[in-house]
Every structure is written in structure tokens, then in C-alpha cells.
């Protein structure tokens, strides 16, 4: 070894494994019955990139005997004999895991300026503290059993573990394209069924209660607004929404289609932002009023879920914003496109959560 440093015992304790920060590998192990330990091998090698950073370090064993160990990139997992069967995307420089939550579902990461928690379908390798006093053992290879954990909404919408910190000094809110035409009855789109989804959601109330927090934690609350002249001048027809647009005259300035929903104007603090894409970057001063502010959180609501929340989300994601997704505050068509877009394209790209939980975490 150059520089020893993770280290982890295989589920029946037979093998120990240890990474080489230096020679970017990791080694294992045979404990002998009497505690010595027998012959080693190399394990994996080559845990290392080129246009990632990240070097070996802390380390873990699932139950299954998955050993998952932090890298270039957040976190390799290798299979018991050796091959790498996956990798868990950071977007900052993880040095160390564990599991925790109720049933030690949750994957904790320590990274560069941020506590990270990822749900897994697996949990750790059982040890003595996590079984319940007065609860039998876990066999040797499965993890404690204790009531589940996994946050799945109503709607079906997969979230992160509540429970998280933000520092408010970080974070910024949007409230997104939250206007009469595109989710009230009586709008340009209201036969898309935008405003019912709207409602079973619970959207606008939600927004509302997560922007009247955020003001009183001085975090600043930034209002995206769709906006075109009538006629559409300057707008693109290179796409259906954008056509239906035209055709429908939808958020012309100065309609009551374009006006915020009620309960959702900008407050007086407040900043407005017009844009004329589905994200809310394009085009946009979003990102110079971000910059100014200093904010790299961004917590994005309104509406829709599937069109301008997940562009934002992912555009955000590529500049390097931390996105966040409170799903209860945003609204589509029907539940189906709503839940599909959260839990496949969003969970990629940003944590989603909920109003209640982000709400906590300002503390």
C-alpha cells in the first residue's frame, strides 16, 4: 500500500477489503478464523478518470456484498467478484457513505460543501448499532428490519428523505409560468385538463406556502412569466406548443391570461422574469438575476411539469445549479404525465422533494 484508507468487512466478516488512494485500487482480504488475515489480491483497479475528480476513499458493503466505494464522479459499486456494476452521479466531490434513515434505505454522502441522500433498493451490510435493543439479530448477509422508510407521494411521485438541511443564504425559489391561461378554468389551455391537475395537486396553494416561507427566511422568490406581444412577434414556430401558442393567444401581456394566478402574484421583494421558451433560462435574465443574488440552490414550482419544470431542471443542472423540485408545487395535464416526468427525467437532474420539507430545512 501507499496510502490505505477505506476499509469494509464482506456481510459473514470472511473478507476484508481495503482501497489504495494513491494506486487508485482496492484490495481484499481472507480473515482467518483466529482474526489474522490471510492472503490478499487485488480487487479493482483503475478507479480513477481523466476528466473527473475524485480519488478512492470512504468505502462500504451492502448486504448483498456490493462493495461501494467514492471515485471520480461520487460513488463506484462493485460486485462481489470484482466487476463495476454501476456508478451513483454527484455532481461534487464525494469523500465518504454510510446508510441511516428508519430502515437504513438511505445512502448518505459526504461530499465537497453538501450532505447528500439517496434512496437504494439494498442497505448495508447489518452492524451491532443498527439493531433495535431488545430485536433479534439480523442473519448474517441481510440488513435490520425495521419499518420502511421509501417517500412515495399520493400521486405515486418518488421523493428524497425529508430531513435535509439548506442553508437559505444558497437558495432562490421559482414560481414558473403560474398564470391564468396556462392552469385556470377559463385559459387558453383549460381544455388540456391543466386546470384539474392543478387543483388535485394543490399546486398554487402549495407555491404559495413555500414563497410566504421563503420570504420570511429572506430567501428571494423569482417569478417566471411567459410573455409574448399579440401576434407572437420574435416567437419562433418551430414546435407544436409553440404553434398552439399562436393559435390559442395565449399570455398575450397585458390579458388576464398572462396575469399571475391569484395567490401567486410577485410581492413587493420579489423579482419578475419574461421569457418566451419552455425553459426559463433561454432567453431569459434569470441567470444574471441569480448570479446577483449569489443563489446556487434553485427550487423550481408552477407549471408544467412535464414541459417547463423539467427544462428549467435540466438547463439549470447543466450551468451547474443544485436543482431542487418540490413535486406537490408543480402541476401538468393529468397525474400520469406529472408522475412519469418526476420519476424518470427529474430524478436525474434535481432532488425531488416536497413544500413540507423544504420548508424544514430553511430551519
Known amino acids: 500500500f501507499e496510502q490505505p484508507n477505506g476499509l469494509c468487512f464482506s456481510p459473514d466478516e470472511k473478507k476484508l477489503y481495503i482501497n489504495d488512494t494513491v494506486q487508485q485500487l482496492i484490495r481484499v482480504f481472507e480473515v482467518l478464523p483466529n482474526g489474522a488475515l490471510g492472503a490478499g489480491h487485488v480487487f479493482a483497479t483503475g478507479i480513477a478518470s481523466p476528466s473527473e475528480p475524485g480519488v478512492p476513499d470512504g468505502m462500504k458493503c451492502d448486504a448483498q456484498g456490493n462493495i461501494w466505494v467514492c471515485g471520480p464522479g461520487g460513488v463506484w459499486v462493485y460486485a462481489p467478484g470484482g466487476d463495476l456494476i454501476g456508478k451513483v452521479r454527484v455532481p461534487e466531490l464525494v469523500g465518504n457513505l454510510t446508510w441511516g434513515g ?217 450551468k451547474g445549479y443544485y436543482m431542487m423540485v418540490p413535486e406537490d408545487c408543480c402541476s401538468t395535464m393529468n397525474a400520469e404525465w406529472h408522475t412519469a416526468s418526476v420519476n424518470y427525467a427529474l430524478q436525474n437532474v434535481a432532488v425531488v422533494t416536497d413544500a413540507d420539507a423544504v420548508i424544514a430545512g430553511w430551519g
Not at 143 to 154: E, I, M
Not at 181 to 201: I, K, L, N, T, Y
Not at 226 to 234: A, S, T
Request: glycine share 10%; aromatic share 6%.
Open 102 to 318: 428508519p430502515d437504513f434505505r438511505t445512502l448518505f454522502l459526504t461530499a465537497t460543501h453538501s450532505l447528500y441522500a439517496v434512496e437504494t433498493k439494498v442497505g448495508p451490510r447489518a452492524e451491532p448499532y443498527m439493531i433495535v435493543a431488545g430485536a433479534p439479530r439480523a442473519a448474517s448477509g441481510s440488513s435490520p428490519k425495521t419499518v420502511a422508510a421509501a417517500s412515495v407521494a399520493r400521486n405515486g411521485a418518488l421523493k428524497c428523505a425529508p430531513g435535509y438541511v439548506l442553508d437559505t443564504g444558497r437558495c432562490a425559489v421559482i414560481v414558473q409560468d403560474m398564470q391564468n391561461d396556462v392552469v385556470m378554468e377559463g385559459g387558453a389551455f383549460a381544455s388540456s385538463g391543466s386546470p384539474a391537475h392543478c387543483r388535485e395537486q394543490n399546486a398554487i396553494a402549495n407555491a404559495a406556502r413555500l414563497a410566504a416561507a421563503a420570504r420570511a427566511k429572506g430567501v428571494p422568490v423569482i417569478h417566471v412569466w411567459f410573455i409574448v406581444e399579440p401576434g407572437c412577434p420574435g416567437v419562433t414556430m418551430n414546435a407544436p406548443l409553440f404553434e398552439g401558442l399562436a393559435d390559442a393567444k395565449a399570455m398575450v401581456r397585458g390579458t388576464w391570461g398572462a396575469a399571475p394566478v391569484p395567490g401567486l402574484e410577485a410581492m413587493a421583494g420579489d423579482h419578475v422574469v419574461e421569457k418566451q421558451r419552455m425553459s426559463a433560462w433561454e432567453g431569459s435574465r434569470l441567470e444574471t438575476v441569480l448570479k446577483a443574488l449569489g443563489r446556487d440552490i434553485v427550487i423550481v414550482t408552477g407549471a408544467w411539469t412535464n414541459m417547463s419544470i423539467e427544462h428549467t431542471a435540466r438547463t439549470g443542472a447543466d
